[in-house]
C-alpha cells in the first residue's frame, strides 16, 4: 500500500510539472509556476525544474518558449531563501537578497550564520544537486542568444543562483567570466593568466599589449558583462581590489 502510494505521488507529481512547464512555455506567465512551487517540496518541485530546464536547452525551442522556462527556473531558485540558523526566524521570497538581513547575508563574516530554506523545510547543504548541476551550463548558453529578453532572462537565473549560493561561487563565477571575457582576447597564454589572476596589474590598465584583441560576440559580451554587474554590486570590495586592474582592464576593453 505504501509503495502504491508512494508511486501514486511521484507519477501525479511528474505530471504535474509537465502540466506546469508546458503552461509556462505556451503562456509565458511565470505566475504559474510562482502558485505551482507553493505547495511543493524541494522533491516534488525537482521534476518541474528539471523539465524547464530541458525546454530551455531543446535545440528547437522557440525563443517564447525559452523566455517562458528561464522566468519559471528563476521563480524557482528564488523560492529558496535565506534563513537564520539561530532563531528559525526566516527571510521569505527575495527578502533573502534585499530584506532587513541582506547585508549580513551578502557578508562573508556574517553568512555561515545563515542557511537555505524551501517552504519551510531548512536545506543546511544549500541549494539541491539538481539545481546547482544544470543552472550554470543553462545561463551561459542563454546569455549569448540573439534575443535581449532571453539573455535578461538567463542574466537573472545566474543573479538568482549566486545570490543563494556560498560567497565563493560568486568570486569564482566573477574570475570565470572575467577569463571567458579574455579568451578570445591576446594568446591562450593570456586566457590563462587571467584565469589565474596572474597577469600583472601594469599589463591590464593599460590594454592588451602587441597583441590585436579579439573580442567575445557582442550579444555573449553583454550577457556576460551583465552578470559581471550583479556580482560587482555584491562582492565586498575588499575581495575586488587584488584583481581589480584585472577586471577594470578587461570591462573598458568592451566598454569603450
Known amino acids: 500500500m505504501v509503495a502504491a502510494i508512494a508511486t501514486t505521488t511521484t507519477t501525479t507529481t511528474i505530471i504535474t510539472a509537465t502540466y506546469v512547464a508546458s503552461s509556462i512555455t505556451a503562456h509565458n506567465d511565470d505566475a504559474i509556476v510562482g502558485f505551482a512551487i507553493q505547495l511543493l517540496s524541494v522533491e516534488q518541485v525537482e521534476p518541474l525544474f528539471r523539465r524547464l530546464i530541458a525546454i530551455c536547452r531543446a535545440g528547437d525551442t522557440s525563443w517564447k ?12 531558485i528564488r523560492r529558496f531563501h535565506w534563513t537564520s540558523k539561530a532563531d528559525g526566524d526566516g527571510l521569505s521570497g527575495d527578502q533573502g537578497t534585499r530584506g532587513a538581513s541582506a547585508g549580513a547575508v551578502d557578508s562573508l563574516g556574517e553568512r555561515d550564520s545563515f542557511c537555505l530554506a524551501f517552504n519551510g523545510a531548512r536545506l543546511p ?8 548541476e544544470d543552472v550554470r551550463g543553462v545561463a ?10 532571453i539573455r535578461e532572462n538567463a ?69 556576460l558583462l551583465g552578470v559581471c554587474t550583479f556580482i560587482v554590486k555584491h562582492i565586498p570590495p575588499g575581495f575586488l581590489l587584488p584583481r581589480w586592474p584585472l577586471y577594470f582592464g578587461t570591462f573598458d576593453l568592451y566598454l569603450m
Request: glycine share 8%; net charge negative; aromatic share 8%.
Open 65 to 76: 518558449a525559452a523566455e517562458g522556462a528561464l522566468q519559471g527556473v528563476t521563480s524557482i
Open 125 to 132: 547543504e544549500g541549494l539541491p544537486l539538481f539545481v546547482t
Open 140 to 149: 551561459y548558453a542563454l546569455l549569448s542568444h540573439r534575443q535581449l529578453s
Open 155 to 223: 542574466t537573472k537565473v545566474f543573479s538568482a543562483y549566486l545570490s543563494r549560493s556560498p560567497f565563493r561561487e560568486a568570486l569564482a563565477a566573477l574570475h570565470e567570466i572575467v577569463s571567458r571575457l579574455r579568451r578570445h582576447v591576446g594568446d591562450e597564454r593570456e586566457a590563462e593568466a587571467a584565469a589565474d589572476g596572474n597577469v600583472p596589474p601594469a599589463d591590464t590598465s593599460v590594454g592588451w599589449g602587441s597583441v590585436p584583441p579579439r573580442l567575445l560576440d557582442p550579444y555573449e559580451a553583454e550577457g
